[in-house]
T-cell receptor, first 113, second 109 residues
Framework: DGGITQSPKYLFRKEGQNVTLSCEQNLNHDAMYWYRQDPGQGLRLIYYSQIVNDFQKGDIAEGYSVSREKKESFPLTVTSAQKNPTAFYLCATSAPADTGELFFGEGSRLTVL | GQNIDQPTEMTATEGAIVQINCTYQ??????LFWYQQHAGEAPTFLSYNVLDGLEEKGRFSSFLSRSKGYSYLLLKELQMKDSASYLCAVVDSNYQLIWGAGTKLIIKP
């Protein structure tokens, strides 16, 4: 089935540790995005990539890093520099020359202990 | 700045009709999306409006007035499974999505 797979679904980490969230897609979409969702707030864009080997900072990129070595994969690393990393993280893709509709993965919930 | 306003929470009765409003102030406009998100799950696409008027899709309809910076999502014949958050998002002049905080809809029997 075509879709977006995020893993892990739940993740716990200790303060000071880096953690990497995986996002894989087989929709053949060029654009991929990482959003953060906190209670009572809209989705906030962390990073996005329109093409392989290129990515751009979103509104809240500080403390995060990404790579786009393959079209299918867009992993997000939450570094120890992110002061408040506990959140729900959503990966999304969109098709070019379209309305801009986003297709979302099921999300990864990160809790810092 | 850019801003999207939606009510935080609404309550409705099973079988009834509910209208969720969204007002926006953005730098340019290139379309408006409505997504549904059940708790702990990914948002799923409901509708897209770029021209003024009403778009109907089954029990769900979405309306847009660009001159008023206003949209609403209309849900008819409410079912318990419609309990979810409904997210409004606007595509601005840079083709970036600006998201509202979402409206949590509670359906009571």
């Amino acid at each position: 089935d075509g879709g977006i797979t995020q893993s892990p679904k739940y993740l716990f980490r200790k303060e000071g540790q880096n953690v990497t969230l995986s996002c894989e897609q087989n929709l053949n979409h060029d654009a991929m995005y990482w959003y953060r969702q906190d209670p009572g707030q809209g989705l906030r864009l962390i990073y996005y990539s329109q093409i392989v080997n290129d990515f751009q900072k979103g509104d809240i990129a500080e403390g995060y890093s990404v790579s786009r070595e393959k079209k299918e994969s867009f992993p997000l690393t939450v570094t120890s520099a992110q002061k408040n990393p506990t959140a729900f993280y959503l990966c999304a893709t969109s098709a070019p020359a379209d309305t801009g509709e986003l297709f979302f993965g099921e999300g990864s919930r990160l809790t810092v202990l | 700045g850019q801003n999207i306003d939606q009510p935080t929470e609404m309550t409705a009765t099973e079988g009834a009709i509910v209208q969720i409003n969204c007002t926006y102030q953005t730098s340019g406009f290139n379309g408006l999306f409505w997504y549904q998100q059940h708790a702990g799950e990914a948002p799923t696409f409901l509708s897209y409006n770029v021209l003024d008027g009403l778009e109907e899709k089954g029990r769900f309809s979405s309306f847009l007035s660009r001159s008023k910076g206003y949209s609403y999502l209309l849900l008819k014949e409410l079912q318990m499974k419609d309990s979810a958050s409904y997210l409004c998002a606007v595509v601005d002049s840079n083709y970036q999505l600006i998201w509202g905080a979402g409206t949590k809809l509670i359906i009571k029997p």
